[in-house]
């Protein structure tokens, strides 16, 4: 039986994209393949669960919309998720998978899963990292069998070619994907505002139909 690594596991209110207010069961897994400039959640210490261990803990929650699957990145651990969500459905919620979007082999073992794909699309002027754009035209490629919507993290450092660059590849994928421009809680929300207009322009001009600025709403309400 796979073994996961688990950095914590608790309930709060989803605060990032489309499904921001609900309540959710989050379960944060330990590792990355990525090393982003603005990431929030550096992990240094882990526990291991099983599958049965790790939906018994999830069942002594109530009253929620959904199991957020996040990290670090979840699909590090893909195969452990292949064992974890056939017993999840035996708890009768949806799951949500919040993803850097740079794995399309990892879902496409999951997807059947999965209900809500939440993507992070990586820009490399704002991660400050090598660009993902082959994986993320893959990745949405898979995703598209779920319910997917795409986040863009936008800070000081965000280049307008990035946003040619991202707008392609989701216009080519299906320019009705919701798309949130989310403001680097580190460069602060009202100093970007500007830009992330402009970019919002650029990217509905293009033909991209749903596309929101949205903060970090647990981070303004200033809960976990």
Known sequence: MKIAKIAEIFDSVQGEGIYAGV???FVRFFGCNLKCSFCDTPLAAYF???PDELCSEISKYSNFHSISLTGGEPLCQADFL???LPRTRALQHKIYLETNGALPQELQKIIDGVDIIAMDMKLPSSTRG?????QHEGFLK?????GVFIKMVITKETELEDIFRARAIIRKANPCISVILQPDWHDGCAT???KMVSFKRELVLYGIHDVRILPQAHKVAGIK
């Not at 898979?142 to 779920?146: G, H, I, T």
Request: net charge positive; glycine share 0%; proline share 5%.
């Open 142 to 146: 898979v995703a598209l069998k779920k």
């Open 23 to 25: 309540r959710q069961v």
């Open 48 to 50: 291991e669960k099983t």
């Open 82 to 84: 292949k064992d974890l």
């Open 130 to 134: 090598s660009s993902q754009w082959p």
């Open 192 to 194: 970007l505002l500007d």
